[in-house]
């Protein structure tokens, strides 16, 4: 699975989590803090939104305990060969009959300029409704990671890559819309070029997606210093329900 993911730049791992455990989250969603004062909206290029929700600190709560779980950061370890931090959390609220889409873009096209060195950081997306192509699931181009990144400019309030590229490179590489089950994870290398589509649908598409750096990758803070870090810690339980 770690060679699919080296050459492909993702890996899907079905029903990682539980329904208990997605209802839990989903019950967060909607009636907690966290998600309830982070919130902001995006605009894609035709002014349509996508609301996001972001968070820098690991708490005491779901999100940080899913973040934390065993699943997710021992398989990323795995998967990056290396002991990685928790960079951070967001839950995207594609919802029902509205949601915007995310314009093409490669993670790292964002963080290379938050001071990344290099783009050895990951991202896993942990689906809690079904995600489909009706109500605009994820979209990569398989292997575009090998391309290392692209530039990018604004697109709507997005940031999205380069748009005359991404017309050669979509004629290249295989287009892989990634359905998936509430409770899956997709695994998504920094370079892949992903995208979303609009949310036409009656069904809402939310999704919780945690990102990590590696130990060893160096961020220069805005003062020009090295930010300080410390090893994503792993929970010793097995079941996110059992410390809420
Ligand atoms: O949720 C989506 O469809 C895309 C989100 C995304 O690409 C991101 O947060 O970087």
Redesign the pocket.
């Known amino acids: 699975m770690a060679e699919d993911f080296r050459r492909d730049g993702y890996l899907l791992l079905s029903n990682a989590f539980n329904k208990e455990e997605v209802a839990a989250l989903l019950q967060e969603v909607e009636q907690g803090d966290r998600v309830a004062t982070s919130s902001y909206d995006t605009q894609d290029a035709e002014g349509r939104k996508?609301q996001?929700a972001i968070w820098h600190e690991l708490g005491s709560d779901i999100w940080s305990r899913v973040s934390t779980d065993p699943r997710i950061v021992n398989n990323v370890r795995l998967l990056m060969g290396e002991d990685v931090a928790f960079f951070h959390g967001?839950v995207?609220l594609?919802l029902a009959r509205g949601g915007g889409s995310?314009e093409w873009?490669q993670?790292y096209g964002?963080w290379y300029n938050q001071g990344f060195l290099y783009p050895r950081m990951i991202?896993a997306?942990v689906s809690l409704d079904p995600s489909v192509k009706e109500n605009?699931c994820?979209q990569v181009l398989k292997g575009s990671h090998h391309l290392g990144r692209l530039e990018h400019g604004t697109v709507g309030t997005q940031t999205g890559a380069d748009a005359g590229r991404i017309g050669i490179i979509e004629g290249m590489l295989e287009r892989v819309p990634v359905e998936m089950e509430p409770g899956s994870v997709l695994f998504f290398d920094s370079n892949l070029l992903?995208?979303?589509g609009p949310n036409d649908s009656d069904m809402h598409?939310r999704?919780f997606?945690i990102c990590y750096n590696a130990m060893a990758n160096p961020q220069i803070g805005e003062n020009g210093q090295m930010v300080e870090r410390k090893s994503c810690p792993v929970s010793e339980f097995s079941d996110i329900l059992e410390t809420v």
């Open positions: 996508a996001i967001k995207i594609k995310w873009h993670d964002y991202s997306f605009g994820l992903h995208t979303s598409r999704s997606i």
